[in-house]
């Protein structure tokens, strides 16, 4: 495949465990050098909108990704920087309701810290339990706990790689946060017009809403989510898949790209 140049496209990462590494601290997450380089050369086409979506507070997507031209996403979508700087809610309706989540959710949660091994991460939108240094029998506790809330329908939660994320909203989810910035942004669904790479349950909303709208999904990490995303093993990977496969040629191959980017 290759990008049609008079047509706008749309380009959506995850961030953990997508386009960059999965690593043993939230804290230690950064792009990977291939991933930081690609989405400058994607940036740089024209009529081609590129988003960073992560379940990340805004502020601290922000502090990681130091790619200018991108639209990023805080919250799973709840609210958005643009490449200008400024900032929004997806929805300035669901704000008023967070407190609302987070007065009902996080009390329930605040036993988990008893747990040994695990800890709490609060994301604002929503909240991180890593199980990453729990021994067995911790992990069991918690996805019993879990399970047990949901069925109550107290909250739901998609599972990651040793992580366990509750939104604090209904229906707050990746896919929802996909079709909000592309309603926002004008994006033709059809065809190419889309892509979405993601690693975990959140994503896979995501991406089986790409692909329902005949879009593309890559799935990174060990095993494809959705079965029918492009599966690649990393963040090097799905870098060198998708110039491959969109014939995306790197800034030094393009003169002028460069000022192009705002490199």
């Not at 024209?46 to 031209?69: K, N």
């Not at 994320?165 to 017009?193: Q, W, Y």
Request: hydrophobic residues 40%; proline residues 6%; contains cysteine.
């Amino acid at each position: 495949m290759k990008p049609d140049p008079g047509r706008a496209m749309l380009w959506v990462f995850d961030f953990d465990g997508t386009i960059s590494e999965f690593v043993l601290s939230p804290a230690e997450a950064e792009i990977h050098p291939a991933c930081r380089d690609l989405l400058r050369d994607l940036a740089a086409l024209p009529l081609h909108r590129v988003a960073i979506l992560s379940s990340r507070h805004l502020d601290d997507v922000i502090a990681r990704v130091d790619v200018p031209g991108l639209f990023l996403g805080g919250g799973s979508g709840m609210e958005w920087r643009r490449p200008t700087g400024e900032r929004f809610l997806a929805d300035p309706n669901q704000a008023a309701r967070l407190r609302t989540g987070r007065q009902m959710i996080l009390p329930n949660l605040r036993i988990l810290e008893q747990i040994p091994g695990i800890e709490l991460e609060d994301k604002k939108w929503s909240v991180a339990v890593h199980v990453l240094r729990a021994p067995d029998v911790s992990r069991n506790l918690v996805e019993k706990y879990l399970c047990r809330l949901r069925e109550r329908r107290i909250l739901r939660f998609f599972k990651g790689r040793e992580v366990y994320e509750i939104p604090f909203l209904p229906g707050m989810n990746k896919a929802a946060g996909v079709k909000r910035i592309s309603e926002i942004l004008c994006t033709d669904h059809g065809g190419n017009g889309m892509v979405y790479a993601g690693d975990d349950e959140n994503d896979a909303t995501a991406m089986e809403w790409v692909i329902r709208q005949g879009g593309m999904a890559f799935s990174v990490g060990k095993k494809a989510i959705v079965p029918a995303a492009q599966h690649v093993p990393g963040p090097e990977t799905l870098a060198a898949e998708i110039r491959t496969l969109f014939k995306v040629n790197g800034n030094r191959e393009r003169p002028g790209a460069e000022a192009r980017s705002g490199g």
